[in-house]
């Protein structure tokens, strides 16, 4: 097995927990719309793009906007979510993020961020680590998660085929998309709803690069 060259990480919910900052905004819009949105709901919202989420939460209040509107609390909620962004700093950073990139650099492998958001590289630069990406995939060059496109736009930059790259996903959709690069996918979350991934860690904390890099050998070894 040639060994993986390209790590690529999703963001909310694996670099950062941003998903309390969309929530917040998308609650002021839900609001405003009289649409009953809670946590619970914000969870399906997990690396959905905006429009896409917009669309969910108007359907879950089973309301009908046209285009136009739907563009405009789009739009709205984003200058809410900057308004939050502005005020993220290095220490929102989830924690061992800091420490699996420098295990990935002295490993000379490389890392790039494949995420559902527009914002990516304002919200790396916010949290300092712009600098340790040799590329932030464009979503609106690529179709969103379940599709492979910004996973496959990552391994692409890279110049680095996708059988030697691990995606990071805390989202059932990004996981489905790493998969359908042919890339091995490591999920960060639960085990039970992250299913489709090839190795499930509770959070970024507790990942082990070793057991990750050894494990398709592992599965090589055994007989299913
Ligand atoms: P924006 P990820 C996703 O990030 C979030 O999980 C999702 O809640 C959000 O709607 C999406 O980014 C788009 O974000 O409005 O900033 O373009 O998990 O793919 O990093
Ligand atoms: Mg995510």
Redesign the pocket.
């Known amino acids: 097995m040639s060994p993986a060259a390209l790590a690529i990480f999703?963001?909310?919910?694996?670099?950062a927990d941003?998903?309390h900052l969309?929530f917040r905004a998308?609650k002021t819009i839900a609001d405003e719309l009289g649409i009953y949105f809670d946590e619970a709901f914000?969870q399906q919202?997990?690396?959905?793009?905006?429009i896409?989420?917009l669309r969910a939460i108007l359907a879950h209040g089973e309301l009908e906007l046209t285009e136009l509107e739907v563009a405009a609390f789009?739009e709205r909620?984003?200058a809410l979510?900057l308004d939050a962004v502005a005020h993220l700093t290095p220490n929102d950073l989830l924690p061992g993020v800091l420490a699996i990139l420098e295990n990935i650099k002295n490993r000379g492998m490389q890392a790039a961020?494949?995420?559902?958001?527009?914002?990516?590289p304002l919200?790396l630069d916010r949290l300092g680590i712009a600098d340790r990406f040799i590329f932030v995939a464009d979503?609106a060059l690529s179709r969103p998660?379940p599709a492979p496109d910004?996973f496959l736009a990552c391994a692409d930059a890279a110049n680095t085929p996708p059988s030697q790259c691990i995606g990071f996903?805390?989202?059932v959709v990004?996981i489905t998309a790493i998969k359908e690069a042919g890339m091995r996918a490591i999920g960060i979350g639960d085990r039970k709803i992250l299913k489709e991934a090839d190795i499930v860690f509770s959070s970024v904390a507790a990942v082990n690069l070793e057991e990750v890099l050894k494990y398709r050998k592992i599965l090589d070894g055994f007989s299913t």
């Open positions: 999703d963001l909310d919910g694996v670099l941003t998903a969309h998308w914000n919202l997990k690396g959905v793009e905006r896409g989420s789009a909620k984003n979510y961020v494949a995420s559902a958001s527009r914002n990516a919200v979503p998660k910004l996903e805390d989202a990004g």
